[in-house]
């Protein structure tokens, strides 16, 4: 993972909106459109991801995502405004048939784990594999390991394994990550840690590849 | 009341249907243990007239016009099949008990013990604004003239009750009534309880996925942020999940059960659930879902007919219809709009069936695109996904909103975007039936299934971590015949899992290597090892045998996909020497690192039944040479033979070396043989049929089976006349419903005296044939017959076949793909 975009964040064009068309306040700047989706097991927290990211906020019992829900973003990166077009899939194993309808067109991908669930990286690698091979082959492939929040560390320490619950060390998905060219974060919707840095390094890419 | 009306009667082994010619002015289904006594009425002349009471003391006459050998047989026939019924009677006043009706008429203001979470935690939306009481009231009039839970007669005025919306508390068994799960309820009594009991403490894939889900089903009712409603509905969907293990359970199945829980008992959610994903949903909820993604195909089948501009213009800006409209059908719209709507658009869903999902589907289009001019042109307008979604999201949200805010007349502006939608949903697409919906779904199911199935042969093939150097074309090969021999070998295999047990396995390496071929007409199996016709044990086969466990590296005692391809990849790019050492290891059998005599000739047996089927004479000669030399070069000491003296005794013989080197590798080839392909698309269809062994294409003969007539549900008549070909139809004229207060008890013993004696033979036999075999499934709804499932299938894959050789011509449907 290259450190290059470290410096750049983004920031909401509009009060936070789902759709919402918002005041542009440079209205010479088209907006980059970025079609995105989110895939990964059921529960790992997708939705609450593109909550977080879109309104800001965290539902602790949302409902489950039945087909796949849609959501739009508007952020400034740099001189940019990208939208991102958000599709929010449904995380059940026998949905997954229905996945490609929603990433057929998609130029990003977030791929979601758990990471108290070592079952779930699993399913997250075969979503990678997937796409890397039937979506578009210009996709860019992001991997969050999700619930963070559940396996800090109750003191500040080096060692991971202190952590309690936690069944993904970082190191392992990380490395994963690299060999398959995958953008990787941890993060926690709940608390809101590393959400932004998804969309952001996401929309680095996709403008370097626009 | 007084009314007379042409019509068909309907008699099966459980119920007596009626449905007027008009198909609307009357319809009714008795279960005939409701019936207190039936008396023939002697009006002379042409007509022949019985008179049924029923136990709530609703009189019907029946004129049956027709010969009197028919109302003999007919009258015959009845007093038979209420004999078998009788022993149900005993159960009815403990289950009317349990319908809000009873209370209702008996005392409106008594409360009752079952019911919905909504009794407990409050219905959603204000009573008054409902207007609940009045409705009630209207109810009360319908169910005192017309019957009421069990023995209900619908006539119009019925419908126009339902479409305005139904009381909280009657809502319920409105619903089992109209989808015919409250029939289920009552011969399946305690069937819940015992599945709860049965499955007590058990886990399951099923009940770890319910648990996911259950905090996030309908968090916002306030039953379902306490112990007692995430409870209830926990127990709802494992039961479920235990009753269909096959389809366990599916994300959309929390939502649409935490819904109608609200107005419905566990025991009625239960089997509600039940009707819905064995006959109005079919399909939508299995592991494969391919009756959602048919259903949607459906759907943009009506929108391409009634809205071409529109679907002209999807196409063009290339957004697909499912996106947004799937969710609704899978939770039957209970996500997409506010529930109170949601909830409204389910009374006419339980009422008229599956049409209703299409009606409000195509009407929300039709409000939303040019073609009404009431809420603008912007489905036409919209260029992505994205916009898409936006338009509907924001009409869903506005329901509630005036359709007509400047309409200078006060009563329209009054009129909902939600009124709008459901006045002209029924009006502006009346004209898709039930019939036309189970139509299409029969014409399109099985290029769905070919579509879900080359999917996920994609997938499995996608998700191999080693393909053994095979070519893309080889492993596919190899894919289509694993799933072939698990097709065939099904019925006779123990697992049901994805994995191939040996039999199959025999099957399977019969299909890509000659030597293989089992000749099953000479062969019967016992414990597993095939026999020839005099019940000699083939020895040869158990080198089949042995390389089955070798290429099972997990020890299971079944192969997966990834096992075979694995073992075939080390025999065919393996060389020489591994291929000897692959022989050795398998005759090998206590892993000693020597043969012994035993496992020498075992050897020589393997080798003899390979070569079976050569027609030169060389095998002979060089197995005996091999026996020969083995036994010169082991050790004379302990009788035993080393791997590097078999290599040698392998390479000393040319015959040997040959088909160690190149022949045993070779002997294996992955080609569809062409006359297969020509001889019928049979396997592809196979093939295609196949997801996780064959679970899916038995899925699909019990629902087809479902679908079928046969069904066990009295489905009430409208919803199911399609499929009459052998049923006891006849014109009849019901008389009079007079709602009588003759109290005079009588039971069934007596009434069946007052049966003519005299039985004449002709022109009823079927009556006969209908009796035995059609409504048998009435008294177990569940447990399925399987001689008959499996009757089901084969009359499917021969329809199927048929239909193949036309799609294969034609076009090909690339739905998502």
Redesign the interface.
């Known amino acids: 993972m290259s450190n290059t975009s470290r410096q750049s964040t983004l920031s909401s064009e509009s009060p936070a909106r789902a759709g919402g068309e918002g005041t542009n306040q440079q209205p010479n700047l088209k907006p980059v459109q970025v079609k995105l989706v989110l895939l990964g097991e059921a529960a790992v927290g997708k939705s609450s991801l593109v909550l977080r990211f879109v309104n800001n906020e965290f539902q602790e019992n949302k409902e489950p995502t039945i087909g796949a829900a849609f959501l739009t973003q508007k952020c400034r990166l740099e001189d940019k405004v990208i939208k991102f077009e958000i599709w929010d899939t449904a995380g059940q194993e026998r949905f997954h048939s229905l996945a490609p309808m929603y990433y057929r067109n998609a130029q990003a991908a977030v791929v979601v784990y758990d990471v108290t669930k070592a079952a779930s990286l699993d399913k997250a690698k075969s979503w990678v594999k997937e796409l890397q091979r039937q979506a578009n082959p210009n996709i860019v492939i992001a991997l969050a390991g999700n619930k963070i929040d559940l396996v800090q560390p109750i003191e500040e320490s080096e060692d991971e394994s202190t952590e309690s619950g936690r069944q993904v060390p970082t190191e392992e998905a990380k490395a994963y990550a690299n060999e398959f060219g995958l953008l990787f974060f941890e993060t926690s919707a709940k608390k809101g840690d590393g959400v932004r840095d998804v969309f952001t390094e996401i929309g680095m890419n996709d403008l370097i590849k626009i | 009341m007084k009314e007379s009306l042409n019509g068909k009667l309907q008699l099966s082994e459980g119920y007596l249907a009626f449905v007027a010619d008009d198909a609307k002015s009357c319809n009714f289904v008795l279960p005939l243990y409701t019936v207190r006594r039936v008396e023939r009425i002697n009006s002379g002349t042409h007509n022949f007239a019985l008179s049924i009471l029923n136990w709530h003391q609703m009189k019907l006459i029946l004129q049956i016009n027709g010969h009197k050998v028919t109302f003999e047989k007919f009258c015959n026939t009845i007093r038979d099949n209420l004999k078998n019924q009788v022993r149900y009677m005993k159960n009815l006043r403990s289950f009317l008990s349990t319908c809000f009706s009873e209370a209702l008429l008996v005392d409106p203001k008594k409360d009752i013990s079952t019911g919905g979470l909504g009794l407990i935690f409050g219905f959603p939306g204000d009573v008054k604004k409902l207007r609940d009481r009045y409705k009630t009231k209207l109810w009360i009039e319908y169910l005192q003239t017309n019957g009421r839970n069990l023995t209900l007669v619908k006539v119009p005025y019925f419908s126009k009750l339902v479409r305005v919306g139904l009381p909280n508390k009657l809502r319920g068994e409105i619903w089992e009534l109209c989808s015919g799960a409250i029939f289920l309820r009552f011969v399946n009594d305690g069937m819940y309880e015992k599945l709860q009991k049965d499955n007590a403490g058990k886990v399951s894939l099923s009940t770890e996925?319910i648990e996911?889900?259950l905090?996030?089903?309908?968090?916002e009712y306030p039953a379902y942020q306490t112990k007692e409603g995430i409870n209830t509905l926990r127990r709802v969907l494992t039961a479920y999940s235990w009753k269909d293990p096959e389809l366990g359970y599916?994300?959309?199945m929390?939502?649409v059960a935490s819904a109608i829980l609200i107005y419905m008992s566990e025991e009625q959610a239960f089997w509600t659930l039940s009707v819905l994903c064995d006959r109005l949903i079919p399909g939508y909820y299995?592991?494969?879902?391919y009756g959602a993604?048919l259903d949607q195909i459906i759907f943009e089948h009506y929108v391409q007919n009634k809205m071409p501009l529109l679907y002209e213009h999807f196409q063009n800006v290339?957004v697909?219809l499912?996106?947004a409209c799937?969710?609704w059908f899978?939770?039957l719209y209970i996500?997409s709009m506010p529930l109170l709507f949601a909830f409204r658009v389910l009374d006419c869903f339980f009422m008229e069936g599956p049409r209703v999902l299409f009606q409000i589907g195509l009407e929300i289009f039709l409000i939303n695109s040019a073609i009404l001019k009431i809420n603008g042109d912007e489905l036409l307008t919209i260029t992505?996904?994205?916009q898409f979604?936006?338009v509907l999201?924001k009409y869903f949200s506005t329901l509630d909103q005036p359709a007509h805010p400047n309409n200078k007349n006060q009563k329209i502006r009054e009129i909902t975007k939600f009124n709008e939608l459901m006045m002209v949903a029924f009006k502006e697409f009346s004209n898709i039936t039930t019939e036309s919906v189970i139509e299409l779904r029969k014409t399109h199911q099985f290029k769905v299934i070919h579509n879900?199935e080359s999917?996920?042969k994609?997938?499995q093939i996608?998700?191999l971590k080693d393909t053994s150097k095979f070519s893309k074309n080889d492993i596919s090969i190899i894919y289509d015949k694993f799933y072939n021999a698990q097709f065939y070998g099904k019925q006779k295999s123990v697992r049901n899992d994805s994995r191939m047990d040996l039999n199959t396995f025999y099957r399977f390496l019969g299909s890509i290597s000659s030597w293989a071929k089992l000749d099953d007409e000479n062969l019967t199996k016992e414990n597993g090892s095939p026999r020839d016709n005099q019940g000699r044990r083939l020895v040869g086969y158990e080198f089949i045998h042995k390389l089955f466990i070798h290429f099972d590296q997990s020890q299971s005692g079944g192969l997966t996909l990834q096992d075979v391809i694995c073992g075939l990849g080390k025999i065919i790019f393996g060389d020489l020497m591994s291929r000897i050492e692959l022989f050795f290891n398998l005759h090998d059998s206590d892993l000693d690192g020597y043969l012994f005599k035993e496992e020498i000739l075992q050897m020589s047996e393997s080798f003899l039944f390979i070569f079976r089927n050569r027609n030169d004479d060389g095998h002979l000669g060089s197995v005996s040479n091999f026996i020969r030399n083995a036994f010169e070069y082991t050790d004379s000491h302990n009788l035993r033979m080393s791997l590097p003296s078999f290599r040698m005794v392998v390479l000393a013989d040319g015959y040997l070396e040959e088909f160690f080197d190149s022949g045993f590798a070779s002997s294996f080839q992955f080609i569809e043989p062409t006359e297969e392909r020509s001889k019928g698309l049979g396997r592809e269809i196979f093939n295609a049929l196949m997801s996780d062994g064959m679970r899916l294409a038995e899925k699909f003969g019990k629902r087809i089976n479902h679908a079928k007539p046969k069904s066990h549900i009295p489905s009430s008549p409208d919803q199911n006349n399609s499929s009459n070909s052998n049923r006891n139809d006849m014109t009849s004229h019901v008389q009079s419903l007079e709602s009588s207060n003759n109290n005079a008890e009588s039971n069934y013993n007596d009434s069946s005296s007052l049966m003519p004696r005299n039985n004449s033979q002709d022109s009823f036999i079927s009556v006969e044939s209908q009796k035995s075999s059609k409504m048998q499934r009435n008294e177990s709804p569940v447990s399925f017959g399987s001689d008959e499932e499996d009757d089901g299938l084969m009359q499917e894959v021969d329809r199927l076949l048929s239909e193949f050789s036309i799609d294969e011509n034609g076009k090909k449907l690339t739905f998502?793909?």
């Open positions: 996925e996911k889900d905090n996030r089903s309908l968090p599916c994300q959309a929390n939502i299995s592991t494969s879902m993604i290339d697909q499912s996106v799937l969710p899978l939770s996500n992505d996904d994205g979604i936006h999201k879900i999917f996920t994609r997938g996608r998700n998502f793909l």
